[in-house]
């Protein structure tokens, strides 16, 4: 094996290893999720070269240079207030959901009027629409770039089928077919060559990104699929079900390795850490449960909400996690002995989705009450009231250098905040 280059990873700090085998270029990932301001940068480098058989003593120079370049990165001061810059009207028909691509050049929207539209967030234009005779028959309800790299759409319709996009050019590469109901969620795994789709039929399939075939069938749910989340190798999905239980399912062998059974009713949310070891999930039974990904042990139960859980999320660094209720509140765990780190009080309304800021410093938080409110995660400060939109708010999040915000609404706008 031979070392070819390095690439840095910012959020979650890491480092990528480019190398040859036998006439083959691979990757392995570094993670370096402790990094931080107290690390000895020498002692991680000789550890990293004593441990890692493709660094050697030659390349110390070189890596002091890019994990000082990661270590700046992630302690400088994030943005503190965001600005309102762009509102732009998307459909006339009710939206459903938006996504922004990684730089945030992008954003994309579904909507009941069955297009699904690309919008420049520099000047608010749209750039595709998405239809004519590749476009879908019924609802565009779910979107999703295959972010890092932002080349391609996925949309999952109630016309029972998803269709993979160009983001540069509005063709449709591949329509996929096989579902008997609607499909209402979908996601490309991390490296953009599977996109999984899930449905009312209590399945989820797999379809092959370059070849546009399908890979396999997830079977057992006992209702509608209402979530699926990727791990980062992309080896393993999870699935959420009305049915109250999450699988764990290998993609390769389209085996279930564990259903995830103790809710006691029916699943809002579910997705892995970073680093693949825990997985989250909520329901609507008004808690959150941590489980263990290898054993599907459930690791602990968190019962701080009265109402239904909406949404969870781990920070990038998967050090904090935060919880979001019906009951208008929201609250920041500790990973290690998940004592609560902070509540968020303040919005009159359910709070449908949060997300965390890519420091893991921030949580973006959006309500029914026509607002979106972004907090210290650490001291639960509401910093930020993002006023404007005249309906309630269903999606908010950070692009991936946390310099951007978009949220998304009722009132069949996006707002875009710098």
Request: with cysteine; glycine share 8%; proline share 2%.
């Amino acid at each position: 094996m031979r070392l070819k280059r390095f690439l840095l990873r910012y959020y979650p700090p890491g480092i990528f290893l480019e190398y040859e085998r036998k006439g083959r270029t691979a990757t392995k990932c570094i993670d370096l999720l402790d990094l931080d301001e107290d690390a000895d940068l020498d002692e991680l480098i000789s550890e990293l070269i004593e441990s890692e058989p493709l660094i050697t003593e030659r390349q110390r120079p070189q890596l002091q240079d890019l994990i000082g370049r990661l270590l700046d990165k992630n302690t400088q001061n994030d943005v503190s207030l965001y600005q309102h810059y762009k509102t732009v009207k998307t459909h006339v028909l009710p939206l459903t959901n938006v996504g922004l691509n990684k730089s945030a050049t992008l954003f994309v929207t579904g909507s009941y009027d069955r297009t699904c539209k690309v919008w420049d967030t520099a000047t608010g234009n749209e750039v595709l629409s998405l239809e004519g005779a590749d476009g879908h028959k019924n609802v565009v309800y779910a979107v999703a770039f295959n972010n890092p790299f932002g080349d391609k759409i996925a949309t999952g319709s109630f016309d029972k089928t998803c269709k993979l996009w160009n983001a540069s050019t509005g063709a449709c590469f591949h329509t996929f077919r096989g579902h008997d109901a609607e499909i209402v969620c979908l996601s490309f795994n991390p490296q953009s060559t599977m996109i999984a789709t899930g449905s009312m039929d209590k399945t989820v399939k797999l379809w092959d990104v370059a070849s546009g075939s399908e890979l396999g069938t997830l079977q057992g749910h006992s209702s509608e699929i209402i979530c699926v989340s990727f791990n980062q190798s992309g080896e393993l999905l999870l699935t959420g079900s009305f049915d109250n239980t999450v699988g764990v399912w290998q993609c390769g062998s389209m085996t279930r390795l564990h259903s995830l059974i103790g809710h006691r009713s029916e699943i809002s949310s579910c997705l892995f850490n970073h680093e693949g070891s825990l997985i989250l999930s909520g329901s609507m039974d008004k808690t959150c449960k941590v489980w263990d990904a290898t054993t599907g042990e459930c690791l602990e139960t968190l019962r701080d909400h009265t109402d239904e859980v909406l949404d969870v999320v781990f920070s990038l660094s998967g050090l904090l996690i935060c919880t979001v209720s019906a009951d208008g509140k929201a609250h920041v765990y500790d990973t290690i002995d998940w004592s609560i780190v902070s509540s968020l009080t303040g919005h009159d309304g359910e709070i449908s989705k949060v997300s965390f800021n890519p420091h893991g410093t921030k949580v973006l938080t959006v309500c029914s009450d026509k607002t979106a409110r972004m907090w210290d995660a650490y001291t639960g400060t509401c910093l930020q009231v993002f006023e404007g939109h005249t309906d309630e708010l269903f999606a908010g999040q950070f692009n991936y250098d946390g310099d951007t915000i978009i949220t998304g609404s009722k009132d069949n706008t996006c707002r875009l905040w710098r």
